[in-house]
T-cell receptor, first 117, second 113 residues
Framework: NAGVMQNPRHLVRRRGQEARLRCSPMKGHSHVYWYRQLPEEGLKFMVYLQKENIIDESGMPKERFSAEFPKEGPSILRIQQVVRGDSAAYFC???????????????FGDGTRLSIL | DQQVKQNSPSLSVQEGRISILNCDYTNSMFDYFLWYKKYPAEGPTFLISISSIKDKNEDGRFTVFLNKSAKHLSLHIVPSQPGDSAVYFCAAVKRGSNYKLTFGKGTLLTVNP
């Protein structure tokens, strides 16, 4: 499967615990985006990364959330001290480049459903 | 503020007829628009896109129309098939915004056999 791979598909955490969501982009893609979808809402942009660089984190909450895309391995979205409001579907998308005008559409993984007890 | 709006939460059509999904946007800086289709428990799948320099783009059964003056776009599916039943998201990209997508809330399309 050459698509965007996210794991785990489902993650249950208790309030105060940490959640780690992983994303492996499509082969040949070097740009990773994270989006969050709350119930009954559209997807909202969180962060855009390239290898070893955070390019745009304007959609990330200021506290408890962080993201990385190391030289080797998947991109990680980390949520510390989770609260009930963090319950959502988290989607990762990748693209081969950041061509002006978005001529390369982003390809999405199937998401991680995070539930906070 | 909702910069991309899909005002119809749901739409039901008969198989073989045309499905028209609508999307409005408020930000004139958007210059590229995309439609994604999403099945339950799956990620969005890219369908079709259109640049702001065009007013129409067609791909098989799918056609997207853009009316820049009205800040409105629509997705036409002809003929509709039961397998088209899904949530359809309209998304927009602003020039110079790192290509991040701004999504509408989606429209649930149900195609009845």
């Amino acid at each position: 499967n050459a698509g965007v791979m996210q794991n785990p598909r489902h993650l249950v955490r208790r309030r105060g615990q940490e959640a780690r969501l992983r994303c492996s982009p499509m082969k040949g893609h070097s740009h990773v985006y994270w989006y969050r979808q709350l119930p009954e809402e559209g997807l909202k942009f969180m962060v855009y990364l390239q290898k070893e660089n955070i390019i745009d984190e304007s959609g990330m909450p200021k506290e408890r959330f962080s993201a990385e895309f190391p030289k080797e391995g998947p991109s990680i979205l980390r949520i510390q001290q989770v609260v009930r409001g963090d319950s959502a579907a988290y989607f990762c998308a990748s693209s081969p480049s950041g061509d002006e005008g978005g001529r390369q559409p982003q390809h999405f993984g199937d998401g991680t459903r995070l539930s906070i007890l | 503020d909702q910069q991309v709006k899909q005002n119809s939460p749901s739409l039901s059509v008969q198989e073989g007829r045309i499905s028209i999904l609508n999307c409005d946007y408020t930000n004139s800086m958007f210059d590229y628009f995309l439609w994604y289709k999403k099945y339950p428990a799956e990620g969005p799948t890219f369908l079709i896109s259109i640049s702001s320099i065009k007013d129409k783009n067609e791909d098989g059964r799918f056609t997207v129309f853009l009316n820049k003056s009205a800040k409105h776009l629509s997705l036409h599916i002809v003929p509709s098939q039961p397998g088209d039943s899904a949530v359809y998201f309209c998304a927009a990209v602003k020039r110079g915004s790192n290509y991040k997508l701004t999504f509408g809330k989606g429209t649930l399309l149900t195609v009845n056999p």
